[in-house]
């Protein structure tokens, strides 16, 4: 470091520390309130200390920035200030060594550029087919009537949905004999624990150490094929296969696979448990599923075929999926470290804290969205447009470098499959309005959590 940097942290760390929210325990600190309910923890913090304070979980300091000043200079902070690679060392053993945050911010930067080709609008209308066949082929499966488990339908079907997409046809064809249940277990190996102790040898991480070995055994096996085949598909994975870095190295299949599992996840995760979400709001509030149906029947009424330009034009289920997002973010909180002091109004964040910005509960901040208890999707419809208000007032997909990048593809994904399961059936929630998962890190809906279906004899869309 040098003098000049040693002096202006000097000067940044005259300020005060941010003042702790009340009731922490000696040694425990939050963590017994946390872990019952973190949002409510948090939301108590805000209205307590305002938009800066500390919290404590155990030996560990934490820094929550909130409201629209705060997000702003939370998401605009450089990485030298405030650092993601750090906090998020829990991804490695999911993802992979060399890929993501295991390597530098430069190959991390060449690694995310492989992925812009396969979030381009030319390839999102090509997923447009895919995620109208696959959902077309989850109903067909339903029959008539029935019940389904809304968590577990939707997991599968994006799982279908993405890893065709992204992944190609072979893939998809693996996905009922084992990829399915590797990926799951994979899934599972993102947890609360896991965050602070990824190595941690429990039963989930040795089941989703397990499992990312199966699903590289799938990936190499089907490169091995192509290469012997000479066969070259239009997919994600042929892609990489044939990418180099600036300096002209090829990806090993191992980065290939990190790569793979790290675009999967951005296109897979969220978006099953938001689209989880967007039924049961949507269904909660029983006029508005016929809103959306006259919305569909608008749209599709001269060609009855999804298509990119259609769910373009679908500005209702957008906003309906946008006002889900806000209320139900599937990650409920986001972390940097902080490497160097970093000062904000009359405070200073200390080195070493762990700074952490949470979408669950700006979401819900009067002061940025009006009446933000109540569901109205019209709120992001202009001039109001929530969203537009400022660039950090939603932040269901994080914000500014590191912004989820499959944030569209997970939109369009969600839109395209309540699009179809709109037009060919009815459906009613067969179990009271689920309270949020807390336990799990990407924050889905306590189970049971299951909905009744009829199939309409009336539809707009071709099958």
């Known amino acids: ?64 920035f909130s409201g629209l000043d705060a997000h702003n200079a939370y998401f605009k902070a450089p990485e030298e ?38 979030l381009r609008e030319s390839a999102m209308k ?58 799951h277990d994979l899934q599972n190996g993102i947890n609360t624990l896991g965050f602070f102790f990824p190595r941690l040898p429990t039963p989930a991480h040795r089941s989703r150490d397990r499992a990312r070995r199966r699903i590289t055994e799938i990936f190499i096996r ?6 012997q085949s000479g066969a070259e598909s239009t997919d994600f994975m042929q892609t990489l296969m044939q990418a180099s870095y600036k300096d002209g190295r090829s990806l090993s299949d191992d980065e290939i696979t990190g790569i793979l599992l790290t675009v999967l996840f951005a296109g897979q995760h969220t978006s099953a448990v938001l689209a989880t979400w967007t039924a049961l709001e949507m269904h909660r509030h029983a006029p508005f599923p016929d ?20 769910l373009k034009q679908q500005q209702t289920m957008e906003n309906t999926v946008r006002e889900c997002e806000r209320l139900h973010p599937p990650l409920i909180i986001l972390f940097r470290k902080a490497l160097r002091p970093l000062r904000y109004g009359d405070y200073t964040v200390p080195a070493g804290s762990l700074a952490a910005i949470s979408p ?15 569901f109205n999707p019209d709120r992001f419809t202009p001039p109001s447009s929530g969203e537009k208000q400022h660039p950090y007032a939603l932040i269901g997909f994080g914000g500014g470098k590191h912004r989820c990048m ?58």
């Not at 002061?367 to 208890?373: G, K, L, N």
């Open 81 to 118: 200030t405030l650092d993601a690679k750090s906090v998020y060392q829990f991804t490695v053993p999911i993802f992979g060594r060399g890929v993501a945050y295991d390597v530098s911010s430069e190959i991390m930067t060449e690694q995310l550029g492989f992925l812009f080709p396969a």
């Open 222 to 227: 089907i490169m091995n094929e192509r290469r």
């Open 291 to 310: 809103r959306l149906r006259e919305e569909i029947e608008a749209v599709y009424r001269d060609e009855a075929k999804l298509s990119y330009a259609g």
């Open 360 to 374: 669950a509960v700006s979401h819900r901040l009067p002061e940025v969205f009006a009446d933000p208890e109540s």
């Open 406 to 463: 499959g944030k569209n593809f997970a939109i369009m994904q969600i839109k395209a499959i309540w699009t179809v399961l709109l037009d060919r059936f009815d459906f009613q929630p067969a179990t009271p309005f689920p309270a949020p998962n807390y336990g799990s890190w990407v924050t889905g809906p306590r189970l049971p959590c299951r909905i009744r279906y009829q199939r309409r004899s009336r539809t707009s869309l071709n099958h």
């Open 126 to 183: 090509r997923y447009v087919d895919i995620m109208h066949e696959e959902t077309g082929r989850f109903a067909d499966s339903l029959g008539e009537q029935g019940e389904i488990d809304l968590p577990v339908a939707m997991n599968e079907l994006t799982i279908h949905i993405a890893s065709r997409c992204f992944l190609g046809e072979e893939i998809r064809n693996e996905v009922d004999s084992g990829f399915a249940e590797a990926y």
């Open 1 to 64: 470091m040098t003098p000049g940097s040693q002096s202006a942290d000097a000067a940044l760390e005259t300020g005060q520390s941010p003042p702790e929210v009340s009731g922490g325990w000696p040694l425990l600190g939050h963590l017994r309130e946390f872990q019952r309910d973190p949002v409510a923890m948090l939301s108590r913090g805000c209205r307590e200390q305002g938009e800066l304070f500390e919290f404590r979980l155990g030996p560990r300091k934490f820094v929550l």
